[in-house]
C-alpha cells in the first residue's frame, strides 16, 4: 500500500512483548489539508483600520449628526417645561458674571478690555454647537492669560499693536493643535499628569497671578513675570511711588468680593451673592469714580462699541516661537476643561467623550480667532456656577453669548469709568481659590511622594517659570 514502510521493527527487547514477536508499526498517513482550511491559517487578521471602517460603515446618518454637532443630542431630547426656565436663569446668571471677569483677564493678559469681551462672545456660541459638555462654561480664564502675558511679552511691548495680533494667532494655532489632538484621540493623555503636579502647578500659578495684579492696588508699574523674584524685587522698589487711594478702594473690593464669595458658598439662600459678587464690585467701583472724579485712580479709558469684525489671523512668521505655549495652553485645555466636563458630566448623568471636548474646545478657538478672540477654555468658577444655577443644557451657554453681545453692543459706554484696582480684585479674588495647600497637608499625611511632587512643581514655578515647572513636575514622576 502506499505510503508504507518497506521494512519491519524488531521488538523483542520490548518488555511489553515478552513473546519476541514482530510488529508492524502504523503508520499515519499525511494528509494536506483541504484548500479552504489551509487558507483560513494563513489569513491574516483584520487591521484596525479594517475595524475602524467597520464601525464607520455602520454609523447611522444621525448617528454623524451627532459626532459632528454633539448639541443635536440634547436638542433631540429637549424638555421645554422643565429645561428653558433652568437654562436661561442660568444663562443670564453666568454671562453677568463674564462680563467683569473677561475685561479683568484681558488686562492680567496685557490686552484692551474689550477683547476680553470678544473673547466670551463667539467661542461660547462655537463651543455650544461642537462641545460635548452641557454645564462647561468657556472664555478667558486667569491661568491662561498668565500664558499669553509671560510668551508675548518676551516678544513685543504690550502697547505694540503687534502684541494684539499675536494673541489672536495664538488662539488660531491652540484651536489647531485642540481639533488635531481630538481627531487623532489623544485624550487620554491626561492619565499620565499626576494630580500633585497640577495641584503644585496651580497653587504657584495662583501665586504669580495675585503678585502680577499689585500694580493696580499700589499705583505704579512692575515688571512682568511669570516668576516672583523679578515681581517681588519690582515691587519693592518701586514703594516711594506708593498710592493710598487705588490702594484703599482696591482693598475695599476684594473685602466685598471675597466676602460675598464665602457668604455665597455657605448659605444656599446666598447663592446669588456669589454670582453677584464681580458685578457689583464693577457698579461700586464706577458710581464713585463718576461722583467723585479721583485723579488718583486709573480707569478702564474708551472702549469701541459693536461687535467685533471677520479678519484673519496675521504674523505667521511668529508661529515657531508661539508652538510653545500654544502645547503648554492645549495641555491646560486637557487638564481644567476635560476634567471639569467629565465631573460635570458624571454628576448630571451623562458620558462625554474626552476627544471630543478637545475637538469643540478647538473649533471654539479657531472660530474666535477670527473675530478677535484670544486664547479660551473652560473655566472652573463659572462652570461651578453654571451648574448651581440648575444649567441643563448647551442652551445655558447661548444665553451667556447673548448676555456678550448685548454688552458688546450696547453697554461698553458704561465701561469707560471702572476702576482698574476694581477688575485686579475681581482676578485676585478669583485665583485665591487656585491655592490648594490644603492638598499640601493632606499629602504629607497620606504619601510622601507625592507630597515632594507638589513641593517640586510648586517652588520650580515659583522660581523658574511656569513652562519649567511642569516639565520637571513631570520628569519627577
Keep these: 500500500m502506499e505510503g508504507r514502510p518497506s521494512s519491519s521493527y524488531s521488538f523483542s527487547g520490548d518488555p511489553a512483548n515478552p513473546s519476541g514477536s514482530r510488529q508492524t508499526p ?46 443635536i443630542r440634547w436638542i433631540r431630547t429637549y424638555k421645554w417645561r422643565e429645561y428653558l426656565q433652568a437654562d436661561i436663569m442660568a444663562g443670564i446668571t453666568v454671562g453677568t458674571m463674564l462680563v467683569p471677569q473677561a475685561m479683568s483677564y484681558a488686562k492680567l493678559a496685557g490686552l484692551h478690555p474689550i477683547y476680553g469681551l470678544y473673547s466670551g462672545f463667539v467661542p461660547i456660541f462655537a463651543y455650544a454647537i461642537f462641545g460635548s459638555s452641557r454645564q462647561l462654561a468657556i472664555g478667558p480664564v486667569a491661568l491662561v492669560s498668565l500664558l499669553v502675558s509671560n510668551t508675548l511679552s518676551s516678544i513685543v511691548d504690550s502697547t505694540d499693536e503687534l502684541y494684539t495680533e499675536l494673541a489672536i494667532l495664538l488662539a488660531l494655532l491652540v484651536g489647531i493643535l485642540e481639533c488635531v489632538m481630538g481627531i487623532l484621540r489623544l485624550g487620554w493623555l491626561i492619565r499620565f499628569i499626576s494630580h500633585s503636579v497640577i495641584s503644585g502647578f496651580t497653587t504657584s500659578s495662583a501665586i504669580v497671578i495675585a503678585l502680577s495684579q499689585a500694580k493696580y492696588f499700589l499705583g505704579y508699574s512692575i515688571t512682568r513675570s511669570s516668576k516672583i523674584i523679578p515681581l517681588v524685587k519690582s515691587i519693592i522698589a518701586g514703594a516711594d511711588k506708593f498710592s493710598w487711594p487705588p490702594f484703599v478702594m482696591g482693598s475695599i473690593m476684594l473685602a466685598i468680593l471675597l466676602t460675598m464669595k464665602q457668604l455665597g ?91 471630543q471636548e478637545l475637538f469643540g474646545l478647538g473649533v471654539a478657538n479657531i472660530c474666535g480667532s477670527f473675530f478677535s478672540a484670544y486664547p479660551t477654555t473652560g473655566s472652573f468658577s463659572r462652570s461651578a456656577v453654571n451648574n448651581e444655577s440648575g444649567a441643563k443644557t448647551g442652551l445655558s451657554g447661548f444665553i451667556m453669548g447673548v448676555i456678550i453681545l448685548c454688552a458688546l453692543q450696547f453697554l461698553t459706554p458704561l465701561f469707560t469709568d471702572i476702576p482698574q484696582c476694581t477688575l485686579a480684585a475681581i482676578v485676585v479674588s478669583a485665583v485665591m481659590g487656585l491655592i490648594d495647600y490644603e492638598e499640601a497637608i493632606f499629602l504629607w499625611r497620606v504619601d510622601k511622594r507625592d507630597f515632594l511632587l507638589w513641593v517640586t512643581t510648586s517652588i520650580t514655578t515659583l522660581f523658574l517659570g511656569i513652562e519649567i515647572g511642569v516639565l520637571v513636575g513631570q520628569w519627577q514622576m
Design 26 to 71: 502504523k503508520v499515519i498517513l499525511l494528509q494536506h489539508p483541504p484548500p479552504s482550511s489551509a487558507s483560513s491559517l494563513i489569513r491574516p487578521s483584520p487591521s484596525h483600520f479594517a475595524k475602524w471602517l467597520s464601525r464607520i460603515q455602520r454609523k447611522s446618518v444621525m448617528e454623524w449628526l451627532e459626532l459632528l454637532l454633539p448639541c
Design 265 to 355: 458658598k455657605k448659605q444656599k439662600k446666598l447663592r446669588f451673592l456669589r454670582v453677584a459678587g464681580p458685578l457689583t464690585a464693577v457698579i461700586l467701583g464706577t458710581v464713585f469714580v463718576k461722583i467723585l472724579h479721583p485723579q488718583s485712580i486709573s480707569v478702564v479709558g474708551g472702549i469701541p462699541e459693536g461687535l467685533p469684525s471677520f479678519s484673519v489671523p496675521t504674523c505667521f512668521d511668529y508661529v515657531k516661537r508661539l508652538i510653545p505655549t500654544a502645547l503648554l495652553i492645549t495641555g491646560v485645555a486637557i487638564l481644567e476643561s476635560v476634567g471639569i466636563a467629565k465631573a460635570l458630566a458624571a454628576k448630571n448623568g451623562y458620558e462625554i467623550d474626552s476627544n
